[in-house]
């Protein structure tokens, strides 16, 4: 996980590391397994609710094929 500097503080940079940290984590069961996943966090993160940023993640890991596909 890496939040660059110019996102913000400390306290703003531990925060989004901790939202995303949360989202893959609960979607853990959906990731191909065995994958590193390097996660860059921009400044646009910041204004985003957590369902924002939920839905980004995942368009991200799906765009990638990193989704499991969805069974039935």
């Given at each position: 996980?890496?939040?660059?500097?110019?996102?913000?503080?400390?306290?703003?940079?531990?925060?989004?590391?901790?939202?995303?940290?949360?989202i893959?984590?609960?979607?853990?069961?959906?990731?191909?397994?065995?994958?590193?996943?390097i996660?860059?966090?921009?400044?646009?993160a910041?204004?985003?609710?957590?369902?924002?940023?939920?839905?980004?993640?995942?368009?991200v890991?799906?765009?990638?094929?990193?989704?499991?596909?969805?069974?039935?």
């Open positions: 996980m890496s939040v660059s500097k110019k996102v913000g503080n400390a306290v703003v940079r531990n925060r989004m590391r901790r939202l995303v940290k949360e893959v984590r609960h979607h853990q069961h959906e990731i191909v397994e065995h994958m590193d996943l996660f860059i966090v921009r400044k646009g910041l204004d985003k609710s957590y369902q924002e940023l939920e839905k980004s993640v995942l368009h890991l799906r765009k990638s094929s990193l989704l499991k596909a969805k069974k039935g």
